[in-house]
Every structure is written in C-alpha cells, then in structure tokens.
C-alpha cells in the first residue's frame, strides 16, 4: 500500500469508497485538472459527481469568496436576514427564475442534496394530507432516511437497517420496453383494487445519475405532469444532479416544458464544491410554519457568494453554447467507440454533458474507468451494476483538454479488452 494512503487506511472509516477507486493524496486543483502529491496530472471527468460543473477553483467565485472573507462578512446565520443571502435570492430571481417565466419560494433546507429533498417530501405529504410517495426505478435522491425510502438502489437501501416504508416504486421511461409505463402508473392509480393510494406526490430525475444515466423522454416527462395534474398529485423534480447545466440547460425539465411543483437544487449550486442546497416551492403550496424544518447550516454565506458569482455565468447563452458544442463532441466520440469495439456490448446514454456507456459484459465498466485512472483520467461508474462508466467533464472545459480525456478512455477500452 502506498504510505501516503496509510492514514486513510488505518483511522477513516470502511464506509469511505472514492478514495478507494482513486488511491492518491489529492494536493491541487484547477479548472478540469488535478494534482497528486507527486505533481502527478490528472483530467477530472468526475467534477465532484457533479457539485463541480465550472470545474475546479473558478477565479471568478474565488476572488469574490476572497474580498468576503477578508471583509470579515458573516460565515454562518442559520436562517437569519444577510448581505450575502439577499444578494443570491435577488440574482437567482432576476436570472433564473423571472427569464423562464417560473415563479417559485426559495427555501434553505439545510446544505446538502438529501436535506432538499427530505424538505420536499416532508412539505408534500402535509399540504395534501397523505402518506405514500411514488419513486421511480434505479432513481437516487439521497441517503437519509426519507431519501432512501425513495431511492431505488438495494444495497444503499439495505444500511438503512429499517423497513422503507410509504413509498411505491413504478417503472422510469423505458424500464419495460414493451409496455407505457405511463399507461402501467395510470391503472394503479385508476384501480381500486391495485392497493395503490393516490399519494402525496411523484419524485423523479429527468435523468438519473446514479441509477445509469438513464434519461427520461420529454414527451414521458409530460405525460407523467400531466398524470399528476389529472389526480392533484404534486411532482416533485430531484435536479440535484442534473441541473445547474449539465444536461444543457439551467434546469434539467426546461426542454421538456413542464413546470414542477417543487425542485430540489444542490450540488453545483453554490459553483465552487461548497455546500448549498434549496428547494423550490410553488407559492400557493408554501405552508410550512416558521422554523418547522430547519438546520444549523442552512444560512451558508460563503457559499451564498459563490453562487451569486456562479449565476453571473447565465446572464447570457454562452455557457449553454459551450455545453452543447462539447455535448455534440462527446455524444459523437461514444456513439464511434459502441461501433468501433462491439465486444463493449455498449449503449450510450444521457444528455448534455451527463453521459455515459453502459457496456454488457459484467464488471467492464469498471475495469475501464480503474485503467483510465491509472491513465490520468478521474471517471466513476454508476447504474445498479455499476455497469455505466460515466463522463461528467467540467462544463467549461475546452476542446483540447476534453478530446485529451476522450481519448485516454478509448485507450481504456483497448487496453481492457486486448
């Protein structure tokens, strides 16, 4: 074992999984690169599992995460009036939500993904009255309790060591090719004798990370609002991965032109790796009472600077250009390497730069991505095999250093399949 790496070894605990499919003393990042301790480079198509889509240390947030902190501006404020609060609820407004005609509340749940989306579910359950929540296949939304209960994934599932209950499972778009699983949810719901009660709400990525990057169809995700308007169920959207312009767009649903009643946001939210999360709520379902759900770290200024700085990037359309410029780059170099390496049994999968190959021969997936580090690119794997290598690059990275990423990968696969 590397010296280096004894440390984690001996005093961090066994639950610890990054660090063991990327064994290196990690010591500086930039943009889309990393570093080791022995100055060794690394291409980072990993970006913090998506809490990292303007790449590493962006000069931009730095600079004003900088002139805060050397100002003395406050650090923590739970949920109390700041500067730095206001700033991000007025710009969030004025730039995200007021351009696409969205009017929602903006509630700080606490700092993470699942505490959105835990805020979600609680919120949904007391403003209808009911109990069950339907979750999708292979969906992710976290791992508290709650979240979990949600979350289709049966080995996370399992260390929750208590029944999950409240929760019906139906098919995601194209989970049974033969059959509309839209046509499937509709006959539960219309039946009395399916022991599905109309729940409180349906939860759902638009695309899933974790399960796959499996990506719903526009016309499923509408029909799926639509099924929710018709019985005054609440659609809850998890764009806690997909959003903030990995799959293309600010928000993962816009293509598709629904309006969720409630979105959870996290990850890339605060632009800089610091921990941020709120969810969206339609004003008229906004009822929870005051300090009803709350936390001790919901009030985040460092990290309300950042994003503050991170929405001055969707003042205009570039960054969304850039993404679908790289997004076609990288789209055509998968499609080519399915066709050019059969024995991959590849499918690729995704949209914007949230992409990935799900390959038919078990464990390839993750032989490939173990190689591509040895190579100097960072890539995970997901789906409920861990079948799908993932690429999730920076989504400012250039065309230079995402065609060097692309092609260690296509030296992976030969390299595994020689």
Not at 124 to 138: E, L, P, Q, Y
Not at 165 to 173: K, S
Not at 208 to 233: D, H
Not at 349 to 355: A, E, F, P, Q, T
Request: aromatic share 10%; with cysteine.
């Amino acid at each position: 074992m590397n010296k280096d790496m004894e440390v984690f070894e001996q005093l961090e605990s066994g639950v610890r999984s990054y660090v063991r499919s990327f064994p290196t003393v990690f010591t500086k990042t930039k943009g889309y690169k990393m570093w080791n301790a022995e100055g060794e480079e690394y291409i980072d198509f990993f970006s913090g599992a998506g809490a990292l889509n303007y790449g590493h240390n962006d000069d931009h947030m730095k600079q004003k995460l900088i002139e805060y902190i050397t100002s003395d501006g406050i650090t923590h404020s739970l949920d109390m009036a700041s500067e730095a609060k206001a700033e991000f609820l007025t710009k969030f407004n004025d730039i995200i939500l007021q351009p696409r005609n969205l009017d929602y509340r903006i509630m700080f749940p606490g700092p993470t993904g699942t505490n959105t989306v835990e805020s979600a579910l609680k919120l949904a359950r007391k403003v209808t009255g009911r109990t069950d929540v339907i979750s999708f296949t292979n969906g992710f939304h976290g791992m508290t309790i709650g979240s979990l209960s949600v979350t289709g994934n049966s080995m996370k599932r399992k260390g929750a060591g208590i029944p999950l209950q409240n929760v019906v499972t139906m098919p995601y778009d194209n989970y049974v090719n033969e059959q509309d699983s839209i046509d499937y949810l509709e006959r539960f719901l219309e039946d009395s004798g399916s022991g599905v009660a109309i729940p409180a709400a349906m939860i759902l990525e638009t695309v899933q990370g974790e399960g796959g990057i499996n990506a719903a169809s526009f016309e499923w995700l509408k029909k799926v609002e639509r099924v929710c308007k018709r019985w005054g169920i609440l659609l809850i959207v998890d764009d806690v991965q997909a959003g903030i312009g990995r799959t293309g767009s600010f928000f993962s649903f816009e293509p598709a032109g629904i309006k969720p009643d409630i979105i959870c946001l996290s990850k890339s939210l605060s632009g800089y790796g610091l921990p941020l999360a709120v969810t969206l709520i339609r004003p008229d379902i906004d009822k929870f009472s005051p300090g009803e759900h709350n936390g001790t770290f919901r009030g985040n200024n460092h990290a309300f600077i950042t994003a503050s700085a991170a929405l001055d990037y969707w003042k205009d359309d570039q960054l969304e250009q850039n993404i679908h410029e790289k997004s076609e780059i990288t789209l055509a170099f998968l499609n080519q390497l399915v066709e050019k390496y059969p024995a991959l049994e590849g499918e690729v999968r995704g949209r914007g730069l949230m992409v990935g190959v799900a390959c038919g021969a078990d464990g390839l997936a993750g032989k490939i991505a173990a190689e591509a580090f040895q190579r100097g690119l960072i890539m995970e794997t997901a789906g409920p095999n861990d079948e799908v290598f993932k690429l999730f690059p920076a989504l400012n990275i250039d065309e230079a250093g995402l065609r060097q990423g692309l092609a260690i990968i296509e030296d992976s696969i030969k390299e595994v399949l020689r």
